[in-house]
């Protein structure tokens, strides 16, 4: 009974650490998701854990005015989402109200319908991907580098303290083209945009992956989409678009894990009407 | 001595004290494995009148078949604690609407969307007992291009111990036929095979495409000549193994029919008292 008696009192002596090992356990499941390195889908039940101590996620849906250049549709994708998840907060931005303290307070960034990026705009959205910041890019979205009249002041006005600055600001948007800056962080060259084309086949090349889950090959309606080049050695090619006349195949469905992820679609996903693939890359990137 | 001090001559007393919370964790252990199922005490003397055999209530997410339903408000299982519910629409699973059914069958219906795969894979990591026949639950009502158990992330596909249309993306539809052979059962140390042995079988059966890594193949249909090994055969029975507290049986016929013809009504009835006490 005395031995029985110590063995007890050496177990309650061990509680503390037990404690200490569980809250350190927790703390990295946390940043493991946080990071999204794991789905908390695939812990047993830390998908509720996870979203009290996370609170609800945000996402913002940037396009640009309804007459501007790009694929896409941001009010159809918004309303696609809010069907889907009834509790994610989705707010639609204009490009031009987009600056780095807005884009951290959301896990998720997508950008849809919006060609023209300014230089101003591409460094906000490098920077929240360098901070951990996740993107979904759609079609055509920040392929073409603008500047704008607050930009040419703001280069002029920058150039009386450090002269060379406005030079230096016009070669670069003269040698950038496509995806420019973000090009690299995205891991893709953008080619061109293809009008209407019928006959193209939507079909997985990584079918495991959590994104095509339940989603099987199928063919598309006649569709706009962007043709791109991509980096194997950076990304993951998820899915790919066949021109079934041609048989030329174009990456349609393209994911870089960066410091957060960033996935690329080439045809905008409220086009697609695949309903399970648009609610697979939500549920993909965001968590809560 | 001092006052609340044991004497050497007494040892017992002391042991006596500090027996007694012992004693007391140790009835109250008892009392909370009875009281949650853990242990059953429905066939101990003096004990069985405390706990009773435990009720299994039985919900069918779908259509329960004919047979099904027949075989579930049947006296016997009645008699061993199996309650029937009734079935129940997908359309009307929320969180928390399964919570109180101790096995969910799903049966009848293709269709499922999204919120209730969700709700029953949630209801099987957290405990819950799943069977699923045929193809129920392969399909949602808005996507044409989807198909099968493993639509969404972190759904049904997480607890369904088999792959149904295919192994490529090409969406190949589950096929379910008729076919004439034997059940032949593979885990004859398996509790859910207790008593039964092998026997013909002449019912519909869907072919999966193939049990998953984490899956146990339980029973299989030779579905040509009977005991030859190298005759073509189709998943019958498929259990999944993992470290989830919850269980998922596949059943590529429905036992319900199969037991109406006179044979394995045992191997249902078994299959629900296993899920009843099953673990991970």
């Known amino acids: ?288 | 001595m001092k006052r609340g001090q044991y004497s050497g001559a007494a040892p017992g007393g002391k042991f006596g004290e500090s027996a007694i919370p012992l004693i007391l964790i140790a009835i109250l252990a008892i009392f909370l494995a009875g009281r949650f199922g853990i242990v059953d005490f429905s066939g101990v003397p003096v004990l069985n009148s405390i706990f009773p055999s435990p009720k299994i209530t039985v919900g069918v997410v779908g259509r329960s078949s004919y047979d099904m339903r027949a075989l579930l408000e049947s006296e016997d299982y009645r008699v061993t604690g199996v309650y029937f519910a009734g079935d129940i629409d997908q359309k009307v699973i929320y969180p928390g609407v399964l919570n109180n059914f101790d096995v969910i069958i799903l049966q009848g219906e293709s269709t499922c969307d999204r919120t209730a795969r969700k709700v029953i894979a949630d209801r099987v990591k957290a405990g819950g007992k799943l069977i699923v026949v045929g193809d129920a639950c392969t399909r949602v009502s808005d996507d044409r291009a989807a198909y099968g158990w493993d639509i969404g992330i972190g759904s049904l596909g997480d607890v369904v111990p088999v792959v149904g249309g295919g192994v490529t993306k090409e969406l190949e539809m589950l096929q379910t036929n008729a076919v004439r052979g034997k059940f032949k059962v593979v885990a004859v140390n398996h509790p859910v095979f207790n008593g039964v042995k092998n026997f013909g079988f002449d019912s519909e059966i869907t072919a999966i495409t193939v049990p998953k890594p984490n899956a146990e193949i339980l029973a299989y249909i030779d579905a040509s000549s009977i005991g030859k090994v190298t005759a073509p055969s189709l998943f019958a029975i498929v259990e999944s193994k993992g470290l989830f507290s919850g269980k998922t049986i596949y059943f590529a016929f429905d036992p319900a029919t199969v037991a109406a013809q006179g044979t394995g009504r045992n191997m249902f009835l078994n299959t629900l008292l296993y899920l009843r006490g099953a673990k991970g």
């Open chain 1, 1 to 288: 009974m005395r031995g029985v008696g110590k063995t007890l009192d050496e177990l309650a002596k061990e509680i503390p650490h037990l404690l200490v090992v569980a809250a350190l356990l927790i703390i990295l499941l946390f940043v493991v998701t946080k990071f999204k390195w794991v789905h908390c889908s695939q812990v047993p039940q830390w998908c509720n854990v996870y979203c009290e101590l996370n609170g609800k996620s945000q996402v913002a849906v940037i396009s640009g005015n309804p007459g501007d250049p790009g694929i896409g549709d941001a009010a159809g994708f918004r309303l696609q989402a809010l069907n889907d998840r009834q509790f994610t907060y989705i707010a639609p931005f204009q490009a031009s109200q987009i600056t780095a303290g807005l884009l951290e307070d959301y896990e998720l960034v997508v950008l849809t319908h919006w060609k023209q990026v300014t230089l101003k705009q591409a460094i906000a959205l490098r920077d929240y991907l360098n901070k951990g910041g996740s993107i979904l890019w759609e079609g055509d979205a920040a392929s073409e580098y603008v500047t704008t009249p607050e930009d040419e002041s703001y280069a002029l006005a920058e150039n009386v303290s450090k002269p060379g600055f406005y030079e230096e600001y016009k070669k670069l948007l003269n040698k950038t083209q496509g995806f420019g800056l973000l090009g690299d962080v995205l891991g893709v060259k953008y080619v061109k945009t293809h009008s209407r084309t019928g006959g193209l086949k939507y079909q997985s090349v990584k079918d495991n992956h959590l994104m095509v889950s339940g989603v099987h090959n199928f063919q598309l309606q006649p569709i706009v989409f962007t043709e791109v080049t991509e980096n194997p050695a950076a990304l993951t090619k998820i899915a790919e678009l066949n021109e079934t006349s041609t048989g030329k195949l174009y990456p349609a469905l393209l994911e870089r894990k960066y410091v957060g992820r960033i996935v690329y679609t080439a045809v905008p996903l409220e086009f697609i009407g695949s309903k399970t693939l648009t609610t697979n890359v939500l549920d993909y990137l965001v968590s809560c």
